[in-house]
């Protein structure tokens, strides 16, 4: 296998948590949300953990201080594609294998998922790699545009889908693996010409597919361990599911 570089995006402020504390450090089952992305991290062999922080970056980084986290900071909330871009200098720019991306509010994401994409990405060699996931309720999630071959075509974010597009139940988890230095090229070509302003980490995988290169998708079918935390009620419901399968895996 390639060499396997992790970023963790951990720079949201998380209002809807409403409290003070970084979203990523809030306990599940005894354990900040980070903590449980970054064990998955080490858990797929990544070589070297860059942990990106922007809001309460003192208080996440304070956490992580026992661990041999490296850490970007993200000065301004400008899209999940500036978000990365950050974390370049901490994994460098000569380092050419393999870059997995996940996200700090994201904890039940399970190492057997990931090294499953990982094993895709390689097997296909493929620049991209997206994990995907079915819900019957897609919410603003960005939607798995595909032709006519179900090939990838793009990601579509909620707020720039179409009507139709909206309708896709075939949506984006957030999670990526991409080829170390064709990411660094492609980030530098992103635009914010989008509803938000921002750059969007999803329109990498567009570039990719126009320019001929190839894009792989896996699909988990449990939903619940790519869904993330942005509010307390979501919180509270995933420390259910969590002791729900432990309880049935000690049985």
Known sequence: MKPLRTII???????????????????LHGKPLIRWVW???????SERIVIVVGHGRSQV???????????????NQLGTGDAVQSAKRSIHHRYTGDVLVLSGDVPLLSSKTV??????HERNGAVASVLTFRTENPGSYGRIVRDGNQLIKKIVEFKDATV?????????????IFQAKW????????????????????????????????????????????EGVNTVEQLHELEKV??????????
């Open 61 to 75: 980084m304070q956490e992580m201080s026992s661990t041999d986290a490296w850490f970007a900071v993200q000065w």
């Open 164 to 176: 139709e597009e909206t309708t896709i139940n075939e949506v984006n988890s957030g999670v990526y």
């Open 39 to 45: 064990d998955t991290a080490l858990q797929v062999g």
């Open 115 to 120: 090294s499953n994409l990982r094993y895709a």
């Open 242 to 251: 969590l002791t729900e399968r432990m309880q049935r895996n000690n049985r």
């Open 183 to 226: 990411l660094w090229k492609e980030l530098a070509k992103l635009r914010p010409e989008n509803a938000q302003g921002e750059y969007y980490l999803t329109d990498v995988v567009k570039h990719a597919v126009d320019s001929g290169e190839r894009v792989t998708t896996v699909e988990t079918h449990d939903a619940i361990e790519v």
């Open 9 to 27: 995006l951990a720079a949201g402020e998380g209002k809807r948590m409403n409290s003070s504390l970084p979203k990523v450090l809030h306990s």
